[in-house]
């Protein structure tokens, strides 16, 4: 056999390079295999490439201890930041609902710096982020009946203006999502301002509620004092302030004279409530008039509703063509149809009949009928609209209602009057302080024992009344107390009794001495796919719990998961959860950045389906050491989840079952999320990555857990950070009374 001849290398002694020409590069090991004997040049060949594989390799070594070493400072500096002193200037004075969690450090007020975002998410990448801000807008009013009645001037414009803030608006990442119908309102009411050169249109730091679109002018946008850009033309300003109340993380300057259109976050929260609930009852009384929906629960008809799709046809157009296989069905929400049937061994086509708004057609495809009988032409001269749902969605959402289980209603009114009977007698004067759990934008965790009794210890929530009054959370705290009070599931800590003073509310809880379960993710940088697995099954068993009861959680988080001595978890801090009535939404805008659900942010109204969402989001942080959706500030976030779970590169280390799970939780319509469909949760349950998982252990509390903290004693509070004492003191007297029922 011939040997393979290289140039470029010359044996050492012969005088010549020893330098291998690029030209022509072998893999030694193709050589040693495939060629018989090698001439000194080939030997000199592969002894230079397997002296750089040695070297490459040592690199790699090197490489690999820095990134250890990297990982370790980055661990140690997380540490430091979340236990740093709460700061309500950087925590971009967002509206939190009782700052410290439960019974742990977390919550919706944050912790540490109260940074809500993270770094921008790279393949790779194992960024661990800060403790997670939670944020609230102002509860506002979701009756239909008094949005009806609610009005906002609306202010002249010129054909230009109007186009001009179209334009503007369809061309920002976040407001270009909003319905055609929503702009057209929203242009209505903006009303002008006009600023001359040098003023400040948006000062860094001050609390804003007003979005503005530019109309002539050029501005500057700096932070801190730096340059950042200059804009001109139309552009929207300030978006953030529309969807809850937080302070403006920039400034921006007239460098000329501007003008400028302007609508406040109350006018415009009120008109995507009000779109979205007139278009809500508008499609819930076609699908009553329809005979196969309308012996279906007010729920349904609102799910069904939710998951129509407005279909546009132009005139001529055959919107179903007669022997075609079709599986949609329809309702005219706007215009008239032409219904012809073709005759046998003929081209013609007989009139039958026309139809109009509210009529519907092709009910027989979600029946199983998948030939059309006859063709439904458009004949309006301004088009045809149809409202549409295809047969898959349609039996995704029809249940059996029996399905809903109250496993625990009676052992739970039991339970409750069992715990009051017990803690009726105890006064917060009886209470001691053991140690500080955890510290947040509204107050402290503090662990306690009642006096002549070391037996057991309790977790104290105190909450400012002062800053639930400044940020209009009276309500998240009172339906907290109720929801938690109510509450009797072996997955969320327990609410044993409430106190208030002058200054504070207070929560005796339960103490869960295994820390949070955020602490444990920063130090182990992230879980393998069974510890994921085991902490997403409680999270799965307390909504099962709640969302049984038509209770919406609105706050999953690591932080607000605690561990008991044992090494379960529970679910913590109720600040933003809310009992809806059934199949109806809420409105209000909270959560924490990362973990917000589309339909949230862009003000659609939300359900328990959000809540799923979430579940898809804990999941992948679990698995990776950070969320999928993370920006630099909150709206870039926003912006990242509203491209949806599908833009998002998974890592390696998540399989492919995990990767199915997250997606089918995170799908941009709330009626496609798994466990919101006919099955409900148990399609959770029932998932390939739970094949196999013992949810009746889980459920008895036989399952053995994969992390069993160290818990020497019921006040051994090793397992959670140190907290400095509250820098600000004593916040000032609250006598208002609008906590008498707390």
Request: hydrophobic share 35%; proline share 4%.
């Amino acid at each position: 056999m011939q040997s393979l001849r290289i140039s470029g290398c010359t044996p050492s002694g012969t005088g010549g390079s020893a330098t291998p020409s690029p030209v022509g590069l072998v893999d030694p090991n193709f050589i040693v295999s495939n060629y018989v004997a090698a001439s000194p040049q080939e030997e000199c060949f592969i002894q230079i490439i397997q002296a750089k594989e040695l070297k490459i390799q040592e690199m790699q070594r090197a490489l690999q201890f820095k990134d250890n070493e990297i990982a370790e400072l980055k661990s140690h500096l997380d540490k430091f930041q979340s236990v740093f002193p709460f700061s309500r200037g950087s925590a971009a004075g967002c509206a939190g609902t009782g700052g410290a969690s439960g019974s742990g450090a977390g919550g919706s007020g944050g912790s540490g710096p109260g940074t809500a975002t993270g770094a921008t998410r790279k393949s790779g990448q194992n960024f661990q982020r800060q403790r997670a801000l939670g944020i609230s807008a102002e509860p506002q009013s979701e009756s239909s009946l008094l949005l009806e009645h609610v009005s906002f001037p609306k202010y002249d414009k010129d054909e230009r203006s109007r186009e001009l803030i179209k334009a503007a608006i369809l061309d920002n990442d976040f407001m270009k999502n909003l319905d055609l119908t929503q702009i057209r309102e929203i242009v209505d009411c903006m009303y002008p301002v006009k600023y001359p050169a040098k003023n400040l249109i948006i000062k860094e730091g001050d609390v804003g509620s007003i979005v503005y679109v530019m109309e002539d002018g050029r501005v500057e946008v700096s932070r801190e004092g730096k340059y950042l850009s200059t804009l001109s033309g139309a552009k929207v300003l300030g978006e953030l302030a529309i969807l809850y109340n937080c302070q403006r993380t920039a400034t921006i300057t007239a460098i000329t004279e501007c003008n400028l259109w302007a609508i406040e976050r109350q006018c415009f929260q009120t008109i995507m409530m009000r779109t979205g609930l007139i278009r809500q009852a508008e499609y819930s009384d076609f699908l009553k008039s329809v005979p196969i929906f309308k012996d279906l629960a007010e729920d349904t008809l609102i799910k069904i509703s939710d998951v129509l799709e407005e279909t546009h046809y132009q005139r001529g157009d055959y919107i179903v063509r007669q022997g075609a296989r079709g599986d949609t069905f329809f309702i005219i929400s706007k215009g008239k149809v032409r219904v012809t049937i073709k005759q046998q061994d003929t081209q013609e086509e007989k009139f039958i009949r026309m139809l109009g708004k509210g009529d519907f057609f092709g009910e027989k495809a979600l029946q199983g009928d998948d030939l059309r009988t006859a063709n439904i032409i458009c004949e309006s001269a301004d088009g045809v609209s149809c409202l549409v749902i295809d047969r898959e969605t349609f039996n995704q959402l029809i249940s059996n209602l029996d399905e809903i289980k109250h496993r625990y209603d009676d052992e739970g009114a039991m339970e409750r009057r069992k715990i009051n009977e017990e803690f009726r007698d105890i006064n917060l004067t009886d209470l001691r302080v053991i140690a500080t759990l955890g510290v947040g934008g509204f107050g402290r965790v503090e662990l306690v024992q009642t006096n002549g009794d070391s037996s057991r210890s309790f977790a104290l929530k105190q909450t400012k009344k002062s800053q639930i009054v400044e940020t209009r959370q009276q309500q998240h705290i009172m339906s907290e107390k109720e929801i938690m009070g109510e509450a009797n599931c072996q997955f969320i800590v327990k609410l044993f009794k409430t106190f208030k003073d002058k200054k504070y509310l207070y929560m005796l809880m339960e103490s869960c001495l295994g820390g949070e379960l955020w602490t444990i993710l920063r130090d182990k940088g992230n879980f393998d796919d069974s510890t994921t697995r085991f902490y997403t099954a409680c999270v799965v068993e307390a909504f099962d719990y709640l969302h049984s009861r038509n209770i919406i959680y609105r706050d999953l988080k690591p932080e607000n998961l605690l561990l008991n001595e044992r090494g379960y978890v529970k679910l913590v801090d109720f600040g933003f959860a809310k009992k809806l009535q059934t199949g109806r939404k809420t409105w209000t805008f909270c959560g924490t950045p990362e973990y917000v659900a589309p339909e949230v942010i862009l003000n659609r109204g939300h359900d328990i389906s959000a809540d799923y969402w979430s579940l898809g989001v804990l999941m992948f942080e679990l698995l990776t050491g950070t969320p999928p959706f993370t920006g630099s500030d909150p709206m870039r976030t926003y912006n990242i989840i509203l491209k949806g779970i599908d833009a998002i590169e998974f890592p390696r280390n998540i399989t492919r079952n995990a990767s199915n799970l997250i997606k089918k939780l995170c799908r941009d319509n709330p009626a496609e999320r798994l466990g919101y469909q006919r099955g409900g949760i148990s399609e959770i349950q029932k998932h390939k990555w739970f094949d196999g998982f013992y949810w009746w252990g889980l459920q008895n509390c036989t399952l053995e857990p994969p992390i069993k903290p160290a818990v020497k004693s019921v006040v051994d509070t090793t397992n959670f950070d140190d907290y400095p004492p509250d820098p600000e003191g004593p916040p000032p007297d609250d006598v208002t009374g609008w906590d008498k029922d707390f």
